[in-house]
């Protein structure tokens, strides 16, 4: 009887042990290019937040899945649980319909406030340019799946459209379309990889599309973790302080010269009920002007 008792002490001892080390195991999707600094904004928020909820939630691991991908196909792998248990990117109705939304904006607006980057030399086109009409005569350039392409052309502007995010850099160098519409805190460092491409100086969209974590819609530990620690790092200031010192969003509306650009405003036919008003709710809606 003594025996028993011991083994069952030891199993109980090692089945609590084993407990009390579990960690959440997060997996991200990467682009394929670690050279653009934004992708390190959500990762390092991210971190953010899940170091904020060690408290409540414990341990974690952040793994990097191995094999790049477009948003599409992380959507698909989010959305049926594989291989990725989270991803970051602009929310639409549709992505919250097949994904668990954490309605906190990651960059406080600045994703709907849009640059474009041009070729370089080709300022004077957009120079003459003297009516939003004139500029939807131009051709713009986006993803296949993202949703600024359905944004804008809903806002009957041209798009045409590449199946890879480095492509449309490549389509943009070929004269396939005029300017590519980035958020104000991408296009900063995109161009330092092009020797032929500059940030275009005079305009300006505007739009509300805030960007959100995603997890599976099951996922609901994962998704109140990160909930909880972006509200935690809200409370204590930790977001703000990250928001003001990371290089992404550091400085970001000194650069855009606001007084001298022309602002377009746009619809987001794309946005959710929920969202618009988690957007205009938030004390982080948009610092777009």
Known sequence: ????????????????????????????????????????????????????????????????????MNQGRAVGLVKNNKYINVMWTMTSATRELQLQPIRVPLLKGLG???????????????????????LKNMVAGQGDDWPDTQILRENDFRVMTGSSYNGVFEMLIRDRFDYFPRALHEPWSEILSY????????????????????????????????????????QDGSFNTFFNNHPVTNNILSKVNFANRTVYSLQNPLLSAESLKAFNDSKYSSVCR
Request: aromatic share 18%; glycine share 4%; proline share 3%.
């Open 1 to 68: 009887m003594k025996r028993v008792f011991t083994y069952m002490f030891v199993v109980c001892s090692t089945f609590f042990s084993t407990c009390s080390i579990a960690k959440d195991i997060i997996t991200y999707p990467w682009i394929g290019d670690d050279k653009y600094l934004y992708e390190d904004y959500y990762y390092s928020l991210l971190k953010l937040s899940l170091e904020k909820s060690v408290d409540k939630f414990g341990s974690f691991q952040l793994v990097k899945y191995e094999k790049p």
């Open 112 to 134: 709907g406030c849009r640059l474009f980057i041009i070729r370089k030399g080709e300022q004077s086109r957009f120079d003459k340019l003297t009516s939003e009409s004139e």
């Open 195 to 234: 020797d032929s491409l500059e940030v275009e100086k005079r305009f300006l969209l505007e739009y509300p599309s805030p960007y959100y974590f995603f997890v599976n819609k099951s996922n609901m530990r994962l998704h109140d973790r990160i909930a909880y620690g972006l509200e935690k790092a809200m």
